[in-house]
Structure formats: C-alpha cells, structure tokens
C-alpha cells in the first residue's frame, strides 16, 4: 500500500513538473507553479526559508520522500530504472549492496558550494537535479510536445474547428542542448546499471538530505530475530543500502521506496518509528558525520544568504536574410533580474522560463560567465511590456515577481541606432518602422533636412523613455543586422 501510494504521488508530480516545461499557454503555471518553487536548490537560492525547512522537516519524519517523490530527476531515475527491468534476466533481484562512498559525495557538495563562492554559475547549474530535469524536458520533449500539438491544429483546419492553433518550434542549438544530452546520457546510463546511484554519489541535493535521513522518525528498519539472511530486500534495493548478510540498512542512502517491503517472506522489514532489535548503519559513528556536515551545511547558508543580498531588406522580391545576432556589451536580462550579479548568482538554468516565453525572445546563453543561463535576444520578436511569464514561474527568485504596470516601466537596455546600417542612408528608403512600433514612444522621426518637408527622416532616441523591449530591433528591415539594435543594463531601473 506505501508503495502504491508512493507511485502514484510520485507519477503525479512528475507528469505536472514536466507539463510546466511543456505548457506554452501558460495555464497550468496558474494552478501548479509551486511545483517549481517546492524544489530544493532553488527554494535555497531564494532563501525561501519556509520551503527549505518544510523539505528538512519531511525528511526528518518520513526519510527521504523528496528524492522519492518531489524531485523529477528521481522519477526519470525510476522510470529508466523499470525500462531496464524489463530487460533485465534477473527481474526483480538485480541489486546488491555496496558500500558508500561518503568522500565522494560530499566531494560534490564541497565542490557547488565552492562554486557557488566563486560564481561558477555553470557548476551548480549543471548539479542541480531540478535544473537538470528542466533543461531535458525542455529541449527533448517540448519540441515533441509541439509537433503533436501542430498535427492536431492540422486535422482540426481540415475539419474546420479551431480547438488547435499552431506554435513555432524553436531549437535552442548550444550549450544547454550539449550539457541536457550529456545529462540525459550519464544519469541514464547509472539507473540502467544500478538504479539510483546518481543521487547516492553525485547529487549534492541527495547527500544533504541523506544526512537528515539518518535521524528521520519513520524509515525501512529490519527486525533482525525474523530475518533469515535471504538477501532478497538486498537484490531489491535500487539504492545498494541494504546489507542482509549483517542486518543493517544505510538510511543516508534510502530513498523510502518501499520496494524492500512487499518482497520479504518473512515481514522482517518495516517502515516504522523507532522500535526496538533493530539495527541500523546510520546509528554508528553519527557524531562525527553531523560534525563534518554542519560545518558544510552552515557554511552553504551562511553564502546564500550573503549573496541574495548583493543592406538587404526584407519585402519585395529580395531574398529575405535571417537577422544575425549583434555583439552586445551587456547581456539583456528578463525584467524583475533587478541586476547581472543577483541574476547570476540565483538562476539554476532550468529553462523553464525559456519554455514559458510566449515572444520566444528568451534563449539559454553560450557565453561562459552565464552559461546555460537565459538573456534576450530579438531576432524572432521583442519583449512585451504586458507579459510578465518568466517572472511569474521562476522558481529561484532569480526573476522577481513583476506586475504588468511594473513591467512597462523596467529599463532592462538601451536602444542604439546604426547609421550604416539605416535604410534611410544605406538604400535613401523612407522608413519608419522603429518609431511606430515603439510602445514607450521613444523614438521620434527627425528630417534629414529640417528646411524640407519632404525629406527623409532618421530616428532619434530618447534613452530616459527607452525600456530596451526590443521592438525597434526587431521590426527594423535592415538585414542581417539591423539598425537598431538594445545594449543590456548592468542594474535595471523604473523610468
């Protein structure tokens, strides 16, 4: 019955975490966004402190449910996990017990917090098990998701209904795709051959919640006078924490499964409070271990606290010429990032505002000091002062929650204009593309020849009305760059 009930919560949360990455709509993100916010590394990012401790006290209780439950990167471990059974000669007893590797573990929590010091942003992007599930739902399955959605808006054309509408599928090609197959590969590979090994030695979300699991109130606990030595829970265990041959259970290793339960013959294992006769490794050598963590673990908050605080044209019969990307000095940031370093330092590179975006600017970045992390960028659209997405689902508060009036006022760049590459010089061609589409009116046409009426006319930028959404870059004709084009601002402000 724990079992079942398990599954099926488990099933729950990973179907509706993966439809959020899925949704381009946006109307599960009203109902389930807290999905996204209950996720440990980054609740502890936000210093959601309401969360972070929820997550300790439910391990505390009931040992390791978040890895079991919560966390999709643990349910895709399980689902490979009965793929591989099904292969699998030995079925339901392909396990053995081994032993932990505790320097390596923790050699990974030492190692995304260093980085963390050091603003290695990549690192502990790439450990994050939420962030890593996210960048694989979104460049696996959303494209998918998006193909099927496409046929059906094709077969309802063709019946006349309009239940469908179709979506532009978009591949974010770099970084983010490379470190989502390497990720898809390596975690994929360790469940195939021995379950849940990724979250026992390289997850540092796993070893964190390991130690506090150790001390939970309920957890799987043998009975060591009806136990036989069969070393049928031993096989079971995708975790390798049970050892029948002494009795005794690695609890920091537990995922509270309870896939032991149903096979012993003898009823000798049992998810239960403490009773007596029973035997646990957890139980030894306890004082030393919570040294060695809290030393670590209070050094990780100290930190998060600490850093929160801180000239062809398109038309006509010309070929029509992909824009290009300019070079801009400063990176453009979601509004509600606030400034480079905070967004930095909080955002995980889930993608999942990159998934939500309705105008497709979001893209994940190639440059190394914000790898995998999403900027702005106008080629396929601008930013709209009213959609307020990628604010509304971020779960790190990497993007601060923004209001829509909020979001028409946030100075995220600059506009720049490009003499050469204006059509009204380069081609002498009347335009005034930039101007009519911008929605702060901080453009303003100027004639070429003030004592002309007729005369061409430029655009002039008025950068204290200018909110760098883009739209002037993006509808300008000039190709492949256009004339306009927005510069990121290190520290975002109302205008």
Request: glycine share 6%; net charge positive; charged share 15%.
């Amino acid at each position: 019955m724990l079992r079942t009930t398990r599954i099926i919560i488990a099933a729950t949360f990973a179907t509706l975490i993966t439809l959020l990455f899925l949704d381009f709509t946006g109307t599960l993100h009203k109902y389930f966004h807290w999905l996204a916010h209950l996720q440990f590394i980054p609740a502890l990012l936000a210093v959601n402190i309401g969360i972070v401790a929820g997550l300790l006290i439910l391990t505390l209780v009931l040992g390791r449910w978040y890895c079991s439950v919560i966390c999709p990167l643990g349910v895709f471990q399980d689902l490979v996990g009965r793929v591989a059974k099904l292969f699998s000669k030995k079925k339901k007893t392909r396990f053995s017990y081994s032993k932990p590797l505790p320097w390596l573990r923790w050699g990974f929590v030492v190692l995304i917090i260093g980085a963390f010091l050091l603003s290695i942003n990549s690192i502990v992007s790439t450990l994050d098990p939420y962030a890593a599930y996210g960048r694989m739902a979104h460049n696996f399955l959303q494209p998918l998701y998006k193909y099927a959605n496409n046929f059906l808006a094709y077969l309802a054309e063709r019946a006349g209904s309009y239940a469908f509408y179709r979506v532009e599928i978009i591949m974010h090609v770099g970084s983010a795709l490379v470190v989502a197959i390497v990720t898809f590969v390596v975690v994929g590979i360790m469940a195939w051959r021995s379950g849940r090994s990724y979250c026992n030695t390289v997850c540092p979300v796993g070893t964190v919640l390991g130690f506090f699991s150790r001390f939970s109130v309920f957890k799987i606990r043998i009975a060591p006078a009806s136990c036989n030595k069969c070393g049928l829970c031993e096989r079971t265990c995708k975790s390798s924490c049970i050892d029948s041959e002494n009795k005794k259970i690695d609890h920091s290793r537990c995922v509270a499964c309870m896939n032991c339960l149903g096979i012993c013959n003898k009823q000798a294992l049992t998810y239960s409070a403490p009773q007596k006769n029973t035997v646990s490794l957890a139980e030894e050598n306890t004082d030393t271990n919570r040294r060695s963590f809290l030393s670590i673990a209070g050094l990780f908050a100290l930190t998060s606290v600490v850093k929160a605080q801180d000239i062809k044209m398109d038309g006509g019969l010309a070929v029509i010429e992909d824009k290009k990307i300019p070079n801009r000095q400063t990176p453009i940031f979601p509004a509600g990032a606030e400034n480079a370093r905070q967004f930095s330092q909080r955002c995980t590179a889930c993608q999942l505002c990159v998934s939500v975006c309705p105008n497709h600017v979001l893209r994940p970045s190639n440059e190394l000091s914000t790898l995998m992390q999403p900027h702005l960028s106008f080629e396929r659209g601008y930013c709209r002062p009213e959609c307020t997405k990628c604010s509304e689902v971020c779960p790190s508060r990497a993007i601060q929650r923004v209001t829509r009036e909020e979001k028409s006022s946030i100075k995220i760049g600059s506009a720049v204009w490009i003499k050469d590459n204006c059509l009204v010089f380069a081609n002498g061609i009347r335009c005034n593309n930039c101007a009519r589409h911008c929605p702060t009116g901080a453009i303003q046409m100027v004639p070429v020849n003030g004592n002309d009426e007729k005369s061409l006319s430029f655009p002039s930028i008025n950068n204290e009305r200018c909110i760098g959404c883009g739209a002037c870059e993006f509808v300008c004709p000039s190709r492949p760059f256009s004339a306009m084009f927005v510069n990121g601002v290190e520290v975002q402000r109302v205008i």
